[in-house]
């Protein structure tokens, strides 16, 4: 399984980014696709996923500004960002696991590179 993100850049505050996570390999619809930030402090935390049964859940620090979604087969997971904040500024990670998603940030089996996301104030 490789993922590779795409779509991290330099907003200001109130801006919008749109992230795209391409997956290979045997990545398919019943897999658990999320988002992971890590801020330079080095916190994790779970933005938001699409788990193996097609629920989806978001981070409550990005509820109703952040939208996953998906392409049918899972093979391109996306991150719509709306009305960006300062503290969303982090590397997202595109990560993933087959079925059910890992109940914690560090537990998930398939990472991508990141992307950058930096937004200024």
């Known amino acids: 399984v490789r993922l590779a993100e795409s779509g991290g850049g330099s907003v200001q505050a109130g801006g919008s980014l749109r992230l795209a996570c391409s997956a290979s390999?045997?990545?398919?619809?019943?897999?658990?696709l999320a988002w992971i930030r890590q801020t330079t402090g080095k916190r994790r935390e779970e933005v938001a996923r699409?788990?193996?049964?097609?629920?989806?859940g978001y981070g409550d620090s990005v509820k109703g500004r952040f939208t996953v979604s998906a392409d049918n087969d899972k093979k391109t997971l996306y991150l719509q960002m709306n009305d960006l904040k300062p503290e969303d500024t982090a590397m997202y990670y595109c990560?993933?696991?087959?079925?059910?998603?890992?109940?914690?940030?560090?537990?998930?089996?398939?990472w991508g590179q990141g992307t950058q996301v930096t937004v200024s104030s």
């Open positions: 990560v993933s696991e087959y079925g059910t998603c890992a109940p914690a940030v560090d537990e998930y089996d398939y």
């Open positions: 390999g045997f990545v398919h619809s019943r897999w658990c």
């Open positions: 699409i788990d193996g049964d097609g629920s989806i």
